[in-house]
């Protein structure tokens, strides 16, 4: 396994990393040991980057990773995320000062963990402003509970807006990113990779698989046992015409080159520039050993220009990734339509 930098944190991480969404009963693998067992595998290949949330499966993730850390948790790079409701309480969310003391605690404990490596803002909260958030992150990290920090799903002028505030304001600044990304999804590469650049950022990616999609399992006029297509959040994308052509002009560019799909889609997202790592996040032990079995594969220009041709550089593909973060100018109907009697010229 080779090792990348991390942005500029001086932390050194693989090119693969174990995402733990799918360990936990909400919508996962419920059998702990079963996920214990695949979380080693994935250290003993090579991988050192293991990134979880709270709100996967309301903690249950968290302490499963934990379990699987006990002995081997100074040769990992943990990053966990907080922002997401955890709770009933309106204030068990977001990224105010008095829920992320609170979240770290919980995140601590439930890792069995007196310091969390990688400590991330799951969302942007448009609710809290951004200095409040790096304060309160500042002291974290002062305090050693973390040891850096990142941001999720952020725009890149939000990128860029929270790199100015931590100099104006002398506070500890994002040191990753992570957002959505695959051959499906490439909208990053107009923006927020190169601002990631710009500032050092380390960028680990998530859904290098474009949901399940790129898995060869979800296929133009055929049934498929994918669990993901079930979830209402999602479905739009897998029944996406234009998203279901593409990944069939795809196929035959990955059997052209003797490749599985899943393994020619991790190698593209591993392959730019602006990537650290991609994250993988298997249920099963048999979805980990088909990914880990390509981890060499590195695919020559002709395939990525041929990748160009049926995905041009930086757009994205079809519907709307459903779990991508939605700016409030875009969600709110409000916010980007006038009072009806002023949209008139007249």
């Not at 052209?256 to 996040?281: D, E, Q, Y």
């Not at 880990?292 to 709307?320: F, H, N, Q």
């Amino acid at each position: 396994m080779q090792y990348r930098a991390l942005g500029r944190t001086g932390i050194k991480v693989s090119p693969y990393a174990l995402g733990a969404m799918m360990f936990g009963a909400a919508i996962g693998n419920s059998d702990h040991d079963d996920s214990i067992k695949i979380i080693h595998k994935a250290l003993d290949a090579g991988i050192n980057l293991v990134d979880t949330a709270d709100a996967y499966s309301r903690g249950e993730s968290e302490e499963v990773v934990g379990k699987a850390l006990k002995g081997r948790r100074d040769h990992v790079v943990l990053a966990t995320k907080a922002r997401l409701p955890m709770g009933d309480d309106a204030n068990q969310q977001g990224a105010s000062r008095r829920w992320l003391v609170r979240a770290v605690e919980d995140s601590l404990r439930r890792l069995q963990t007196d310091h969390i490596d990688l400590y991330q803002i799951h969302r942007p909260d448009p609710e809290t402003d951004v200095e409040e958030t790096l304060s309160a992150l500042s002291d974290l990290v002062r305090s050693g509970k973390v040891r850096a920090i990142g941001s999720s799903a952020m725009p890149a002028s939000e990128i860029v807006e929270a790199q100015w505030v931590a100099e104006r304001r002398g506070l500890e600044r994002f040191r990753t990113e992570q957002p959505s990304y695959s051959i499906l999804n490439r909208g990053i590469e107009s923006e927020v990779l190169p601002v990631a650049q710009r500032y050092g950022m380390g960028t680990m990616v998530w859904s290098p698989l474009a949901k399940g999609m790129l898995t060869g399992r979800v296929r133009k006029g055929q049934q498929t046992d994918l669990r993901r297509t079930a979830l209402p959040v999602l479905a739009g994308q897998f029944s996406d015409e234009y998203r279901l052509d593409v990944v069939e002009q795809l196929i035959p560019v990955a059997e052209a080159a003797g490749l599985k799909l899943t393994h020619m889609a991790m190698a593209f997202a591993i392959a730019h520039p602006g990537v650290t790592s991609a994250i993988i996040g298997p249920r099963t032990m048999e979805h980990l050993d088909d990914l880990l079995a390509g981890i060499d594969v590195a695919l020559s220009d002709d395939i990525l220009d041929r990748i160009d041709e049926i995905v041009p550089p930086g757009t994205d593909v079809g519907a709307r990734d459903g779990a991508a973060y939605l700016p409030p100018a875009i969600e709110r109907p409000g916010l980007r339509r006038r009072p009806v009697g002023e949209r008139s010229a007249a």
